[in-house]
């Protein structure tokens, strides 16, 4: 693992960090509240970059992703 970066401000408290332990690099982000995981490949980071800021909103609603059930999330 490498250096862990911790991200903060009144609406997210994140730790980043890049894992190697795959069969390539990944992104780690942790949120340090719940202690939810998630890893990104450098495609969907890719993805990410080239996404607007109109297609990511409905992302930024807690409600959308947040308060959900996580058995709601396997559909």
């Known amino acids: 693992m490498s250096e862990v970066f911790m991200l903060k401000n009144e609406f997210a408290y994140?730790?980043?960090q890049?894992?190697?332990s795959a069969n390539g690099d990944?992104?780690?982000i942790t949120d340090v509240r719940t202690g939810k995981t998630s890893f990104f490949d450098p495609?969907?980071?890719e993805c990410l970059l080239?996404?607007?800021h109109k297609e990511l909103t409905s992302f930024l609603d807690p409600s959308q992703t947040r308060w959900i059930?996580?058995?709601d999330d396997e559909d």
């Open 18 to 20: 890049v894992d190697q």
């Open 26 to 28: 990944r992104l780690m």
């Open 69 to 71: 059930n996580e058995t």
């Open 50 to 52: 080239w996404s607007t």
């Open 14 to 16: 994140v730790s980043v």
């Open 43 to 45: 495609l969907e980071l």
